[in-house]
């Protein structure tokens, strides 16, 4: 099978979208934009024993690589409109490609986001999606934009991903279901687009957890220039972590990355706003902290458990990060 009936049979997909005014099959891809929007551009690579082991399902790792763009978008409150996938395969293997595509599709139409292009080669595997969305004009959500008294709020369970890596991994033993729910949780992270888009109207600053909360909340303190506190009882834990002792579990939650759930900041008067939209898109929100002025050139993260204090805590937990990027 040549480089273009691979394209043909697997990444040629209908479409519907209107706003596409040349898809797959030219030099370039075409779309249009309604006036008084903004385009959001993000691009993410997947490298096989990289950012996924390497027996990972070709279904897996389809879903995943799109999740994995998508939550950019939901982390700036875009909508994603299109994307482009350049694949890099090491054989011709017409079940994994069939079982990569399928999952790519199901999560593309789920989204109702586009495969306008790509690019296919040979080599070792690896998977590269650009993706496009829209937002009104100057609506994007930042890092940049916390401000001191804002709380700091967390959608899902963090920590889920990570701890189904260190099983895999062997470096965690969890129950059989648990450790089921946690590698289904480290394959098929669930980007929060619905909420993304909605916290736009209410949050002041926002990102997506992929290195782990405390360090991706540690850009959002850097970008806006203020301090935080983290109240890591309030931290929310699923059922297949609570059984852990608490200095595992709080490695996990705190220093876990792969999880794409959104931290973001609120003023303290938009908790309940935000309540009732996690309530309509079916998405757990939990108030986990509190932003403070920075009172020294480089911003602080404070750590309390009950009435003990640790600066810069996470640190400490930092070896047993068990994110698979580099
Ligand atoms: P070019 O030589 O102009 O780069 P290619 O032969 O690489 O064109 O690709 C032909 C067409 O197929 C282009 O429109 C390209 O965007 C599309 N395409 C190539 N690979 C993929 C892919 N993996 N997924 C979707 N579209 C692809
Ligand atoms: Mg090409």
């Not at 590698?183 to 957890?209: K, W």
């Not at 959104?262 to 898109?281: N, R, S, V, W, Y």
């Amino acid at each position: 099978m040549s480089e273009f009936d691979i394209i043909q049979r697997h990444f040629n997909w209908p479409q519907q979208d209107q706003s596409i005014k040349v898809g797959n099959g030219d030099d370039a891809a075409v779309v249009s934009l309604r006036t008084g929007e903004e385009l959001a551009i993000s691009v993410d690579t997947s490298i096989k024993g990289v950012h996924f082991p390497h027996d990972t399902p070709a279904h897996a790792v389809g879903h995943k690589s799109l999740a994995v763009n998508l939550s950019d978008m939901a982390a700036m409150g875009a909508t994603p409109r299109w994307f482009t996938l350049a694949l890099t395969l090491p054989t011709q293997n017409e079940e994994w490609l069939q079982a990569f595509s399928n999952s790519l599709k199901t999560l593309a139409d789920q989204h109702n986001v586009s495969l306008i292009g790509g690019d296919t080669t040979r080599g070792p595997l690896s998977i590269t999606i650009q993706i496009m969305g829209t937002l009104p004009k100057g609506s994007a959500l930042r890092r940049s934009g916390a401000q001191p008294g804002d709380l700091i709020c967390v959608t899902g369970t963090p920590g889920d991903a990570a701890a189904g890596l260190a099983c895999l991994q062997n470096r965690l033993q969890l129950p059989t279901t648990e450790q089921a729910y946690c590698v289904q949780r480290l394959n098929y992270p669930t980007p929060r687009l619905a909420f993304g888009e909605r916290l736009r109207m209410h949050a002041h600053s926002c990102i997506d957890v992929s290195d782990g909360l405390c360090a991706d909340l540690q850009h959002i303190l850097d970008q806006s220039g203020v301090n935080a506190t983290l109240a890591t009882e309030q931290i929310p834990t699923s059922a297949a972590l609570s059984k852990l002792p608490a200095k595992t579990r709080n490695a996990l939650t705190l220093s876990g990355g792969d999880d794409y759930e959104l931290l973001f900041t609120i003023p303290a008067d938009q908790l309940d706003a935000i309540q009732h939209i996690a309530a309509e898109t079916n998405t757990g929100v939990t108030a986990i902290g509190q932003v403070g002025a920075a009172t020294t050139a480089k911003p602080t993260l404070t750590l309390t458990t009950g009435d003990m204090t640790v600066s810069q805590g996470f640190n400490h937990f930092a070896q047993h990060n068990t994110t698979t990027k580099p």
